[in-house]
């Protein structure tokens, strides 16, 4: 071989096909984010106590009522709550 031999590349190797059909979105078995978790569980007939809202978000007890205050009042859910038999349950109402 001589100093200035180059090595030759394959260019008659087949290219590699891509999938066909239509790519197909993965379903989503749960709400994406811990405020839609919560959403979804308002939006329940019963409605959600503290203890299921915390269960859902591994969140605290104030970091929970801080987002019924603030980050889901600003979607614009109206939130009720009412204490039946010395358990408080919250509710949303939907959309104002």
């Known amino acids: 071989m001589t100093k200035n031999s180059r090595t030759v590349k394959a260019t008659n190797l087949p290219k590699p096909k891509a999938p ?3 790519k197909k979105k993965p379903a989503l078995s749960q709400p994406t984010t811990k405020l839609d978790r ?5 939006s329940r007939r019963n409605g959600a106590t503290i ?15 801080g987002a019924l205050a603030g980050a889901l009042k600003r979607r614009g859910l109206v939130i009720t709550s009412e204490k039946i038999d010395g358990v408080r349950r919250y509710r949303s109402g939907g959309a104002r």
């Open 38 to 42: 919560l959403a979804s569980l308002l």
């Open 20 to 22: 066909a059909g239509p």
């Open 51 to 65: 203890a299921d809202l915390i269960a859902a978000t591994g969140w605290q007890s104030h970091s929970v009522r």
